[in-house]
T-cell receptor, first 114, second 115 residues
Framework: AQSVAQPEDQVNVAEGNPLTVKCTYS??????LFWYVQYPNRGLQFLLK??????LVKGSYGFEAEFNKSQTSFHLKKPSALVSDSALYFC????????????FGRGTSLIVHP | GAGVSQTPSNKVTEKGKYVELRCDPI?????LYWYRQSLGQGPEFLIY????????DSGLPNDRFFAVRPEGSVSTLKIQRTERGDSAVYLC?????????????FGSGTRLTVV
């Protein structure tokens, strides 16, 4: 079985400050990890992924995420938040073998205040 | 096409009616996924196609739900005898390889409302 936990329903941050959106996962075997962003009335947009290699992954719009195997975490980060970053963020995981189906977390609402 | 296209964008139907939701994936993408997203929740897996065949339909909630992909591109999700609990946004995604290593491209979804 595979699962994702996003422990925060909402994250509030001031514009210009660093942001972190948390994600922990559980899989059998090695994980493939993904972050997606969803704007109102839109589908999910791919931000970044970890498959293998460097634990620090850089993605779109200045976002990055750090894979931590010992803590089974894949937190999303950005050094300086923008108001336009306000959206819903979803973490997803699938195992490197077996099922090709990614499992998504419940999502975290990021609100960046001017 | 340039992206994953889903039609209609909105569908309102009466309880007990039959509905079809269409997904047109990115050209050449062999893998296609259907998810359902309820308000305040993450996407829940419904069914996965690899080519024309349903490789995994374990997420379909009951036998009122069915999906096809007869030519390996466009897919249709079919819901019979709709219930109010079926109201949700139905998302379609495709990927260029079975493993989805390149990520999954989502459509904008079909918002289904059963009244």
């Amino acid at each position: 079985a595979q699962s994702v936990a996003q422990p925060e329903d909402q994250v509030n941050v001031a514009e210009g400050n660093p942001l972190t959106v948390k994600c922990t996962y559980s899989v059998s075997g090695n994980p493939y990890l993904f972050w997606y962003v969803q704007y109102p009335n839109r589908g999910l947009q791919f931000l970044l992924k970890y498959i293998t290699g460097d634990n620090l992954v850089k993605g779109s719009y200045g976002f990055e995420a750090e894979f931590n195997k010992s803590q089974t975490s894949f937190h999303l980060k950005k050094p300086s938040a923008l108001v336009s970053d306000s959206a819903l963020y979803f973490c997803a995981v699938r195992t490197s073998g077996g099922s090709y189906i990614p499992t998504f977390g419940r999502g975290t609402s990021l609100i960046v205040h001017p | 096409g340039a992206g994953v296209s889903q039609t209609p964008s909105n569908k309102v139907t009466e309880k007990g009616k039959y509905v079809e939701l269409r997904c047109d994936p990115i050209s050449g993408h062999t893998a296609l996924y259907w998810y359902r997203q309820s308000l305040g929740q993450g996407p829940e897996f419904l069914i996965y196609f690899q080519g024309t065949g349903a490789a995994d339909d374990s997420g379909l909630p009951n036998d009122r739900f069915f999906a096809v992909r007869p030519e390996g591109s466009v897919s249709t999700l079919k819901i019979q005898r709709t219930e109010r609990g079926d109201s949700a946004v139905y998302l379609c995604a495709s990927s260029s390889e079975a493993g989805g290593w390149g990520g999954y491209t989502f459509g904008s979804g079909t918002r289904l409302t059963v009244v």
